[in-house]
């Protein structure tokens, strides 16, 4: 889950990038028309240009990760981290004990 809030819906940023999309003819750039509609929802330019950047490219239109991708290795990092710090413990816990083990048997 993102640490930042997120201000804007789904449907406001699928209708923000449905009107990018439609209405960047209209203007001199890409820029220039997220600049205008931006200014009516009441997000910066970055923002939309950054929604509209992720709808290329879960669209196929442009190179990145789709966001099911991303969020499935996020969490397979994490399982692995996980992993790996329990496997430290158990190993920790499996020299302390036969280190006890050995230490029992030559007091006897």
């Known amino acids: 889950m993102s640490k930042t809030t997120n201000k804007f819906g789904p449907e406001v940023r699928e209708r923000a990038v449905r009107m990018l999309l439609e209405q960047e003819r209209e203007y001199s750039s890409r820029w220039a028309a997220a600049g205008s509609i931006a200014g009516k929802i009441g997000c910066s330019v970055h923002t939309l240009m950054d929604w509209v950047k992720r709808t290329d490219v879960e669209a ?35 020299a302390y004990f036969a280190a006890a ?8």
């Open 60 to 94: 196929g239109r442009s190179a990145g990760v789709p966001l099911e991708v991303s969020e499935r290795l996020k969490a397979l990092e994490r399982e692995n981290r996980e992993l790996r710090q329990a496997n430290e413990i158990l190993r920790k816990a499996s």
């Open 101 to 108: 083990e050995l230490d029992r048997r030559s007091k006897t």
